[in-house]
């Protein structure tokens, strides 16, 4: 089978939120999925339906979330995340993906089956879960350490 490697970029946050659903809809493997709590509501019937019917799906959110799904990684925003941009990383079946940020109050994204592209992202995702989960178990540690707070706080996640 031939890849379409090939980036697609997108733009407004309906065609956006469509291509996702889309995706989502589709995985017959795995759904690792980054996003917002207020955008992530919209996918969970799909997600949880899919983890239900044996697929691997990974959440990583940013603000609280009430789910069935067992994989969640939560990032509760504090005061000093005011550079913590508004994002949303898909990754399908390991093989198709879509990154959407936000830049000057637009919605924009890309949109790829790029193996070089995807693994990238990949580790992009599970970077945040470990960021997330580090910061939140030596929470006080990280925290009082000016340089590694300083660090972290520029991070995306």
Known sequence: MEIDDRVWT???????????????????KSIFISAWSDDLQHYLPVLEAKEAAGMDVVIHVIGEIETSIKKVSTLIPNQSHE?????????????????????????????????????????FFYHDVALTKITQRYHDIVMKDEDIKDMLLKLRY
């Open 10 to 28: 997108l733009k407004e946050n309906q065609s956006i939120a469509s291509v996702i659903k889309e995706l989502t809809d589709e995985a017959t």
């Open 83 to 123: 550079t913590l941009e508004r994002s949303r990383i898909l990754i399908v079946d390991e093989k198709e993906m879509v990154f959407a940020g936000m830049e000057e109050g637009s919605w924009q994204a890309i949109r790829t089956q790029s193996p070089p592209l995807v693994k990238f992202f990949t580790e």
